[in-house]
């Protein structure tokens, strides 16, 4: 129950952010607020590159999955148990005034097994931001949106593909 309680949720997020955050980049998170069972809220996030450039802009050749995102405002209400089968659905969100680029590489190691989660988006409103989506065999997705709301979006990291 501690969880709930505002201090320890800031407390939790200064960790994870420092943990997150190592010699090629710099995780913050200005606020979070955890209300039962899953209803997250975090303002003010940014995952920088410590040199000040673009990560995504700057990639050759990677294999590895590299993102840029900075946010003033996310609000989640999330489903708990799909979590444990690798899917997060996502009742209810919005997202405002972001900037995300992510570059999602085609796996080269057959050897593995990877466990792909899947992301179904039912009800999620975005505001003022930028996307920017790269994934192998598929051209580069980009979209600046003053205002779009997704009624039913599902995004499969696994193979990978979306439907809308």
């Known amino acids: ?37 899953l209803d ?14 673009h990560a995504v802009n700057n990639i050759t050749t990677t294999d590895k999955a590299v993102f840029d995102i900075s946010f ?8 708990p148990l799909p979590l444990l089968h690798h899917e997060v659905i996502i009742t209810e969100g919005n997202l405002d005034d972001a900037d995300i680029d992510m570059l999602i590489p085609e796996s080269k190691d057959t050897t593995k097994t990877v466990v792909g989660w899947k992301i179904l988006l039912k009800d999620f409103e975005i505001n003022k ?18 205002n779009v ?6 995004l499969d990291l696994d193979k990978p593909e979306f439907s809308a």
């Open 72 to 79: 003033d405002y996310l609000k989640l209400n999330i489903a």
């Open 129 to 146: 931001s930028k996307l920017a989506l790269r994934l192998p065999n598929i051209a580069p997705m980009k979209a600046d949106i003053e």
């Open 1 to 37: 129950m501690l969880f709930y309680w505002s201090p320890v949720q800031n407390f939790i997020a200064d960790k994870v952010a420092d943990s997150l955050s190592d010699d090629t980049m710099t995780v913050s998170i200005g606020h979070v607020e955890l209300d039962f069972p």
């Open 40 to 53: 997250l809220e975090l303002t003010d996030v940014k995952v920088t590159k410590t040199d000040g450039k």
């Open 149 to 154: 709301a997704l009624e039913h979006f599902w």
